[in-house]
């Protein structure tokens, strides 16, 4: 199965890269909330990086917090 061990559990580079990416949603969040438009679309691109580098390594994303969540304008839009 993709993005698992040979055992079968889930690898640490898997699983730190998750983590990663529901702390940018939680990080996301809070600027949208805040109303700070830039600072929302830098970390939609780093969620963005992030999901191309687990697809990269054959991870399936699927379920994880907040992937539906990304479409945002770009400042100045």
Known sequence: ????????TTSEFETVLRSQVTDTFAALAE???????????????????LLDLAARHGIDTTGWAGTTTL???APGD
């Not at 199965?1 to 079968?8: E, H, L, V």
């Not at 600027?31 to 990086?49: F, K, M, P, Q």
């Open 1 to 8: 199965m993709a993005g698992r061990g040979s055992t079968g």
């Open 31 to 49: 600027v949208r909330r805040a109303g700070h438009d830039y600072e929302a679309h830098l970390h939609s691109a780093r969620v963005r990086d």
């Open 71 to 73: 479409d945002f304008p």
